[in-house]
């Protein structure tokens, strides 16, 4: 794999980061809450300047999209906050005005061109680019691309935007654990059911069978009831988009940390157990939604111990 600024080149494939925004916003106890401050401290040493404010504790992250262009398709994997969004609940993200379209168009591509949005999962902070506010109304950003994500996603955030008693695929399955927490609210309305009423919808089980050329959905669940990690293989190299397995890399160090947005803890952690064994063995490039400076690292093991590297 090469590099070239937020540019990477992986087998046929190029992958640039599209960025949204830059967040200073958390410190260890609100962003682990469940998680003891030991944990931090014994590796404030790893956590580089570009990662973590020293001075005052505070985590610095990233909210952006990837954006992969194949000799055969150009696809936006995750699609961020977006503008004009209703989230009170969530201060950083509510009610935007950020240039994300004209990032985009900075990196050669216009909303028109994208002809697949693969989404991890249905997070306010992943598919919110899904759609823009046009006269008082929400239409699909991208409007000759297929959206393609969760079937089960679909289902639960359907259930609970319409406060229906979950069935069938919106159940969540037992094997997860308990639910500690459920999507923020609006989310599915605004970002999600326009591409579905506009017909661009592809929903899938997240198995990992190829979904694309080279491309999987692999079955990371726990953040979200089926939250997915996407695979990219090309030219015998190996990309793994790894949502929201982890949001942070003091969690590469720590795997026992869950964040404060996963909603099913349990599963949770073994998704992370999962992605960092995987990741180890493949010698997979890692390409992060919030980690900040590059947003994109190796793992390699140590002993019972995984180390994150930047690249």
């Known amino acids: 794999m090469t590099q070239a600024t937020n540019t990477y ?6 992958i640039t980061r599209i960025d949204e925004l830059r967040l200073a916003a958390f410190k260890f106890d609100a962003l682990y809450p469940d998680g003891e401050l030991q944990a931090l401290e014994r590796h404030r040493e790893r956590l580089e300047a570009g990662s973590f404010d020293a001075a ?10 990837w954006l992969v262009r194949t000799p055969h398709h150009t696809i936006l994997i995750d699609a961020a906050t977006g503008n004009d969004k209703n989230r009170p609940e969530i201060p950083p993200l509510h009610r ?7 990032r985009l168009a900075a990196a050669g591509v216009t909303p028109e061109q994208v002809d697949y949005v ?8 992943h598919v919110g680019w899904n759609t823009r506010l046009v006269y008082g ?34 159940r969540p399955d037992p094997v997860l654990g308990p639910a500690l ?9 605004d970002s999600v059911r326009p591409v579905i009423d506009a017909g661009l919808a592809r929903l899938i089980p997240v198995d990992g069978d190829e979904v694309l050329d080279g491309i999987s959905f692999i079955p990371t ?3 979200s009831i089926d939250h997915a990690s996407i695979r990219l293989v090309s030219g015998g190299e190996q990309a793994l988009f790894a949502g929201d397995v982890m949001h942070h890399p003091l969690q590469v160090y720590e795997p026992s940390l ?11 952690l073994r998704s992370r157990a999962f992605v960092l064994e995987d990741a180890a063995e493949r010698g997979a490039t890692i390409f992060t939604t919030h980690f900040a400076q590059s947003s994109a690292g190796r793992i390699s093991r140590t002993g019972e111990r995984f180390i994150w590297k930047f690249v």
């Open 9 to 14: 080149r992986l087998g046929d494939a190029t």
């Open 56 to 65: 005052t504790g505070t985590f610095i992250q990233s909210i952006h999209s």
């Open 96 to 102: 935007l005005n950020q240039p994300f379209l004209a």
């Open 118 to 125: 693969l989404l991890t999962h249905v997070h306010a902070d």
């Open 137 to 170: 109304r929400w239409i699909p950003t991208f409007p000759n691309a297929t959206y393609v994500f969760s079937g089960i996603e679909q289902a639960y955030g359907e259930s609970l935007a319409t406060g229906t008693e979950p069935t069938g695929a919106a």
């Open 181 to 189: 927490r459920k999507p923020a609210d609006r989310v599915y309305d």
């Open 221 to 223: 669940p726990g953040h």
């Open 258 to 268: 869950n964040s404060c947005f996963c909603e099913f803890p349990e599963a949770a």
